[in-house]
């Protein structure tokens, strides 16, 4: 093979070729390689972080959930249990309203048959004067008459 000045031309070419490559195209390329890669690393560092901040989201939302939950039941717990005291004093209201009223009731049944028994008695003294009126056949004085009815309602 002979080396002649074509071949030396292409040498030198090349050797240029590469050294203008080395010296201008090759360190922005680098170096926009390089960039490239730190953002990649530093977009899968951002991406595991986001999944790890996302996994402790959720756990803290697992936990604020189950939290509200047991606060929800207690105080459902308190409703209920509320409820049921309020049903009791209820109930013991209404029964003590209800023996109020059946005491009443008695009293006013008990005044009643009282004044009942005292307009007998005067309706019974009146027949008895009446009657012992028209036994000894004369009219007694109307003051003697009342003052007589006043005594037999007394021993009646």
């Known amino acids: 093979m ?36 730190r953002k990649i690393a530093a977009g899968l560092e951002a991406a595991e972080r986001s999944k790890r901040e996302l996994a402790e989201t959720e756990h803290k939302v697992i936990a604020m959930i189950q939290d ?14 509320r409820s049921a005291e309020v049903i009791e004093e209820a109930k013991h209201t209404a029964k003590e309203e209800g023996q109020r009223i059946i005491d009443h009731a008695k009293d006013e049944i008990h005044r009643e048959v009282n ?16 009657g012992a009126e028209k036994i000894i056949k004369r009219n007694l004085d109307v003051n003697v008459e009342s003052a007589l009815l006043d005594e037999l309602v007394a021993e009646i």
């Open 68 to 81: 509200a939950k047991r606060e929800a039941q207690v105080l459902i717990d308190q409703a209920q249990k």
């Open 2 to 37: 002979e080396i002649n000045a074509t071949l030396i031309g292409q040498l030198i070419t090349f050797a240029i070729l590469v050294w203008f490559v080395m010296k201008y195209i090759w360190p922005p390329i680098t170096k926009a390689m390089k960039e490239r890669e």
């Open 115 to 130: 004044h009942a028994k005292e307009v007998l008695r005067k309706q019974l003294a009146g027949l008895a004067v009446a």
